[in-house]
Nanobody
Framework: VQLQASGGGLVQAGGSLRLSCAAS??????????MGWYRQAPGKQRELVAT???????NYADSVKGRFTISRDNAKNAVYLQMNSLNSGDTAVYYC??????????????WGKGTQVTVSS
């Protein structure tokens, strides 16, 4: 299973971006427990941005609550992140993550390659 993320780029402060991430080789996936987005700014550790379970339960970092919205399309094994009111603190590489089970019963904890989001002030 591989994750392909897209939608990053350069935006001015106050602007919006929408990130997308889809899982390939979906035929090997038995179930997805949760998908989410994490980010890593230069010199900082990777941190949680938002996650969403297969049932639609969401969890957000305090720093993005009210500005970011996570959603998913279970049929497409895809997850999205709508980011509004962006500020310089949101500048980071954003990583997509999937946690679930393969058809073989093995657990999955898959990371995408990351997409750069840069917010200019």
């Amino acid at each position: 299973v591989q994750l392909q993320a897209s939608g990053g780029g350069l935006v001015q402060a106050g602007g919006s971006l929408r990130l997308s991430c889809a899982a390939s080789a979906s035929g090997t996936i038995f179930s997805i427990n949760a998908m989410g987005w994490y980010r890593q700014a230069p010199g900082k550790q990777r941190e949680l941005v938002a996650t969403i379970t297969s049932g639609g339960r969401t969890n957000y970092a305090d720093s993005v609550k009210g500005r970011f919205t996570i959603s998913r399309d279970n049929a497409k094994n895809a997850v999205y992140l709508q980011m509004n009111s962006l500020n310089s603190g949101d500048t980071a590489v954003y990583y997509c993550n999937l946690k679930g089970l393969k058809n073989s019963g093995a657990g999955m904890d898959v990371w995408g390659k990351g997409t750069q989001v840069t917010v200019s002030s």
